[in-house]
């Protein structure tokens, strides 16, 4: 089983920066892809960005290219999502997730099996 648990989310202006952390159970992280999804009040969940296991490969949603950044520290068990320029329309709920490194890197929520809690962000115009 893994534990992942977010935090970093806030409230913030258009134009500032935020950067969410996910800290996954000991021992998990170093095997597993990342990835980032944010679900907005009555939308579905979304893609935002994802890791391969090893960090060589990122993939980024549209939305996100140029602003956000994933990054992964398999020492500390950790994955970050930098988010520079934010605007009102990324005020979410960004959730972290995580699939098997024996699995390609993905995109879709189907195909990621932990997940944690999710951490508010806000961003005021």
């Known amino acids: 089983q893994v534990q992942l648990v977010e935090s970093g989310g806030g409230l913030v202006q258009a134009g500032g920066s935020l950067r969410l952390s996910c800290a996954a159970s000991?021992?998990?992280?170093?095997?597993?892809?990342m990835g980032w999804f944010r679900q907005a009040p009555g939308k579905e969940r979304e893609f935002v960005a994802a890791?391969?296991?090893?960090?060589?490969?990122?993939i980024n949603a549209d939305s996100a290219k140029g602003r956000f950044t994933i990054s992964r520290d398999n020492a500390k068990n950790t994955v970050y999502l930098q988010m520079n320029s934010l605007k009102p329309e990324d005020t979410a709920v960004y959730y972290c997730a995580a699939n098997s490194a024996f699995q390609l890197v993905s995109t879709k929520t189907s195909d990621f099996d932990y997940w944690g809690q999710g951490t508010q962000v806000t961003v005021s115009s």
């Open positions: 890791i391969s296991w090893r960090g060589g490969r990122t």
């Open positions: 000991a021992r998990t992280n170093s095997a597993y892809n």
